[in-house]
């Protein structure tokens, strides 16, 4: 099973299933004002206010994943070990999208996350991917992740048991200053647990932890895009959890009291694709899914 969860600008979430590696969840977060100062999690976490300079990597490295292991073993959750080729796999696509100007986990060369870190010598496993663009400093960035629910997702995702960094500035460039997080883990029954997300900012220690049951408990069928396609049609994608290929999945598709079915199967991943036509009339197209009995 795999998830990728992108959010554009901490306002949107659209979620795409693909059939590369296990699970993968992605997010990508815009700065658009400095994180406010504060005084949580800067007495344990060296150089969490340190700006970029390129001989500081390393700091600013270990001060992203010691802010990262506070959040999550205050949920009693497992740290996550740097990972040299995932250390590396982050920093090519900081440097890429900073030398290149662009702004996405799609490298210019149709290149995914989970692409990068294969190149990189990590096996492949569950990867996840948050990407963020303006942050100043480690504790700005992480508080920009932990204040977005997709990125905030990733970092607590339990199945993570690797983690590499990657940073990079360029004035030239549209956003300046780029980060990567890249996770990774390796076992293939590990289960997702969902936790209280996004936060109201880092957490000190003694933040309450809620953790609800095990995400791939029950099956469900998800539309993840709707796009029209021209001469009255729509394209509609979704995916069903736990991905299971040959899923027979029921789409209704209604605008205004209008309604009209279709029947679709699941492929790899879990995910299907149906060219739809909406009843006639005026109003929004709205389409649903669900399994069929």
């Not at 960035?141 to 204040?147: E, L």
Request: glycine content about 12%; charged content about 20%; proline content about 4%.
């Amino acid at each position: 099973m795999q998830w990728l969860s992108r959010i554009a600008d901490s306002s949107g979430v659209r979620l795409i299933r693909r059939l590369t590696v296990p699970w993968i969840a992605l997010g990508c977060l815009l700065a658009v004002f400095a994180a406010p100062a504060g005084a949580d999690a800067r007495s344990d976490c060296a150089g969490v206010d340190a700006q970029y300079a390129s001989t500081n990597l390393a700091a600013l490295r270990t001060a992203v994943i010691c802010l990262t292991n506070r959040e999550r073993v205050a949920r009693g959750m497992a740290p996550l070990a740097e990972e040299t080729h995932l250390d590396a796999a982050a920093q090519g696509h900081s440097e890429d999208m900073a030398e290149k100007n662009y702004f996405d986990h799609t490298d210019l060369s149709g290149g995914k996350p989970w692409d990068r870190a294969k190149a990189a010598g990590y096996a492949s496993g569950w990867i996840g991917e948050n990407i963020a663009a303006g942050y100043g400093t480690p504790f700005q960035v992480m508080t920009g992740w932990m204040k977005s629910s997709g990125h905030c997702a990733n970092i607590l995702n339990s199945p993570y048991v690797d983690i590499g960094i990657g940073v990079t500035r360029n004035s030239s460039s549209k956003y300046g200053i780029y980060w990567t997080m890249v996770l990774g883990g390796h076992d293939p029954a590990a289960k997702t647990v969902a936790v209280s997300c996004p936060a109201a900012g880092l957490t000190d220690g003694s933040v309450p932890v809620t953790k609800s049951p095990d995400a791939g408990g029950g099956a469900k069928a998800t539309v993840t895009s709707l796009k029209r396609r021209g001469h009255g049609l729509y394209l509609v994608k979704g995916s069903v959890t736990p991905a299971a290929r040959g899923t027979r999945v029921k789409l209704t598709v209604k605008r205004g009291k209008k309604s009209r079915t279709y029947s679709v199967k699941t492929g790899a991943g879990g995910s299907f694709t149906k060219t739809v036509r909406p009843p006639g009339g005026s109003g929004k197209v709205r389409v649903t899914a669900k399994l069929s009995g």
